[in-house]
């Protein structure tokens, strides 16, 4: 089992609209989390960490659930911009461990 | 100020031949680490370098790969005798510190190697 799985996607919707996507982790003891994003072709960048009573950044809206073992995302008003791959991440010690990715595209 | 660097940016190489990779950290970044990452795929954790101690090297796939960091500074990784399945994109990230929870990890732009 991967330690970090995600829906693969793609999340394909319309320039305004909400997009929301989870992952789950398989290591209990993880300590704490993030999601990057990576453009396509470039290297990974972090977009906000996730803490467990939920945070926002922006459009951008993360929870953590540690009972059911999973991160979410959900971006509100989609940009053209927004249109990426996003990468949960999850931290035990020192140790990233990445989920393949989400794919988002916004169309116009 | 400037942010991880990386070189070469592409790399083709034949299979059998060797090749060397090169990350320069983000300066004051004592922990580095390096990523491979095949197409498609996720990040694939290889090797982490802190400060002075012994590097956790448990990531490496086969004795074929080894990597050397100079004190906080350059690391390169090198691949001896490449194989086809090694064609990945290979990234560097740095931290400032390692084992806190929240530490930021930065990338480079990463090597992308291709083993014809």
């Known amino acids: 089992r991967k330690e970090v799985e995600q829906d693969p996607g793609p999340f394909n919707v319309p320039e305004g609209a909400t997009v929301a996507f989870n992952c789950t982790y398989s290591n209990s003891a993880s300590q704490s989390f993030f999601w990057y994003r990576q453009d396509c072709r470039k290297e990974p960048k972090l977009l906000m960490s996730v803490y467990s009573s939920g945070n926002e950044d922006g459009r951008f809206t993360a929870q953590l659930n540690r009972a059911s073992q999973y991160i979410s995302l959900l971006i509100r008003d989609s940009k053209l911009s927004d249109s990426a791959t996003y990468l949960c991440v999850v931290n035990h010690d020192y140790k990233l461990s990445f989920g393949a990715g989400t794919t988002v595209t916004v169309r116009a | 100020g400037a942010g991880v660097s990386q070189s070469p940016s592409n790399k083709v190489t034949e299979k059998g031949k060797d090749v060397e990779l090169r990350c320069d950290p983000i300066?004051?970044?004592?922990?580095l680490y390096w990523y491979r990452q095949r197409l498609g795929q996720g990040l694939e954790f290889l090797i982490y370098f802190q400060g002075n101690s012994a590097p956790d090297k448990s990531g490496l796939p086969s004795d074929r790969f080894s990597a050397e960091r100079t004190g906080e500074s350059v690391s390169t990784l090198t691949i001896q005798r490449t194989q086809q399945e090694d064609s990945a994109v290979y990234l560097c990230?740095?931290?400032?510190?390692?084992?806190?929870?929240?530490?930021?990890?930065?990338f480079g732009p990463g090597t992308r190697l291709t083993v014809l």
């Open positions: 300066s004051g970044h004592t922990a």
């Open positions: 990230a740095s931290s400032l510190t390692s084992g806190a929870n929240t530490d930021t990890q930065y």
